[in-house]
């Protein structure tokens, strides 16, 4: 069983100091398991300013086990694939000590993106890239930054959707309904 | 959710009162918890009382604690082994024996010398050749006796099984070092200065030699216990071995109150936890008073036993450091208890090879 005390003390501690981190954990129903985590793009970085979303899966055994963290933003990096945004970080794996903690394994996850590992890479498309077109490498991940990670308020979102062409009223709508993720709902509006 | 933190299936499924249920669940947990710490802590007092006695030379109530038996146990059956002549003993018995020897043999060097005894059991094996006739036959009583099975043993003594005895049971054999090398003096005379023997006489085995062959010893015996896997302690700063990476807890060692155990707040948890912590780490319950006694690793990460017994069922690393918790621990325990099973059944079997 996951240790639920622990995990509420966690939230709290976790949430008491976003303004100094940045970083902040967020259930995603009602369930202590499955949480979001958030983190911002460190500063001189192509992640500059964009605000990434982690899925954090609590297993039965947290916290002797580590948590399974994933992007659930899309991200151009080297130990990030950017088709499941799996991540590759020791202290995910074996390296995992209980005394981390969320908020530990986070800003972990914030250090990675600043230096990444291209000798250890989970995308080898990118780790490719990254060592023998760098420039390029920058590039692209400053588009995937700008195109995935960052937030809009909720006005510029709507604002966004009504110039593809869709009615204000239904973007509102289905804005609400996919919880204010914009690509959920231009997809459900395309769809639907 | 609710059923899922239960520990005890014993709880009612009926009961439809949630507060009852939530009371019921909290009882259970902490009377699992107060058994796992009581389990933890009669863990810890023995591993205690088995330090103690080793240090004691195992004077200290036999009877008392299974580690000391351990410990007694060995120290008379190496006796016993060490009289008894070879030829009596059955094929299997002198698989067993021969680990014995080795194990009295590396005592006498001293008890983190096995690889060396190891090693020098190649030389030897190729000075025996000359020497073991004369050392054998000019060596009279119990050091004779010795050293003339000591040719065979160490010639089997490159056995991997050897090598895990040694280690498992080197805490419980640490108590007969001393004694052991008060016997037999001259133990490895023979072995190391061999040609020495060959050549000169008698009154020089017995009195020269030995003299220097001691000192040679102890000088060895020194070299050796401060080398970092055996010796199970945290390091000393003035340490030659000691990593250049370690941090420096010289500071630390002002606190007259850490002055006895080295492990209040290492590196990591260095500022911070200089008090110690309300609750622990890991399952932030409250610490009790054994808890927060408890330290479990050198690094000086302190957590509730509750945790501790949960880490040591899995990989047993230490959370502040990842090191392996090791020794005075359950799992030295256990192979110590292993390796005095098989001791007796060698001894049993002696007896009925015997009569």
């Known amino acids: 069983m996951v240790d639920l005390a622990r995990v509420q003390k966690e939230l709290q501690e976790c949430n008491r100091d976003v303004g100094v981190s940045g970083i902040s954990v967020t259930l995603k129903g009602d369930s202590l398991t499955h949480l979001i985590g958030t983190i911002p793009g460190p500063l001189g970085t192509p992640y500059e300013g964009g605000s990434f979303k982690i899925d954090i899966t609590l297993t039965d055994g947290y916290p002797f086990e580590p948590p399974k963290m994933r992007f659930a933003t899309k991200v151009w990096h080297p130990n990030i694939s950017s088709q499941s945004g799996a991540i590759c970080l020791d202290i995910l794996k074996d390296q995992w000590s209980p005394a981390l903690t969320l908020k530990t394994a986070l800003l972990s996850i914030q250090a990675l993106l600043s230096a990444p590992e291209p000798d250890d890479p989970q995308d080898a498309v990118v780790a490719q890239q990254y060592l023998r077109d760098h420039q390029t490498f920058v590039g692209t991940a400053r588009y995937w930054t700008e195109t995935f990670a960052k937030t809009l308020g909720t006005e510029e979102k709507i604002q966004k959707l009504v110039e593809m062409g869709f009615p204000e009223a239904q973007v509102r709508s289905t804005l609400e309904a996919t919880g204010w993720d914009e690509n959920m709902a231009l997809e459900k509006l395309c769809s639907g | ?262 492990c209040h707040g290492g590196a990591l948890w260095g500022c911070k936890r200089l008090s110690v912590p309300t609750s622990c780490p890991i399952c932030c319950e409250d610490l009790d008073l054994t808890d927060t006694s408890f330290h479990p690793c050198t690094c000086g990460f302190i957590l509730c036993l509750f945790c501790h017994k949960r880490i040591l069922e899995e990989d047993g690393r230490c959370p502040g450091c990842r090191k392996q918790y090791n020794h005075g621990s359950v799992e030295s325990e256990a192979t110590v208890d292993g390796g005095s099973m098989k001791f007796r059944l060698a001894r049993s079997c002696s007896m009925i090879s015997r009569s």
């Open chain 2, 1 to 262: 959710m609710v059923s899922d933190s239960i520990p005890n299936a014993s709880i009612p499924v009926a009961s439809s009162n949630p507060k009852d249920f939530a009371k019921k669940k909290r009882a259970n947990r902490s009377a699992k918890l107060k058994q796992c710490k009581l389990d933890a802590r009669r863990e810890q007092w023995l591993s205690q009382v088995k330090n103690k006695g080793s240090k004691d030379e195992m004077n200290v109530g036999g009877n008392q604690a299974p580690a000391t038996n351990v410990a007694n146990e060995r120290g008379r059956l190496i006796e016993k082994l060490e009289i008894k002549p070879r030829a009596e003993e059955d094929n299997e018995v002198n698989i067993d024996s021969s680990n014995h020897y080795s194990d009295s043999d590396s005592n006498s060097n001293s008890p983190i010398s096995h690889t060396s005894s190891i090693m020098e059991g190649n030389d030897s094996a190729a000075n025996f050749a000359g020497s073991s006739s004369s050392s054998i036959s000019s060596c009279s009583g119990t050091g004779g006796c010795c050293s003339g099975s000591l040719s065979e043993e160490d010639e089997q003594g490159d056995d991997d099984d050897c090598l895990d005895d040694w280690e498992a049971v080197a805490d419980a054999l640490a108590a007969t070092d001393q004694k052991l090398e008060q016997h037999h003096p001259g133990l490895d005379s023979p072995r190391e200065k061999g040609e020495n023997v060959h050549l000169s006489s008698q009154t020089n085995v017995s009195n020269g030699v030995t003299g220097i062959d001691t000192t040679k010893q102890k000088s060895e015996h020194r070299g050796l216990a401060s080398r970092p896997p055996v010796s199970c302690k945290a390091w000393r700063p003035d340490d030659a071995f000691r990593p250049q990476i370690l941090p420096n807890l010289s500071k630390q060692y002002s606190f007259p109150m850490n002055s006895e155990r080295h």
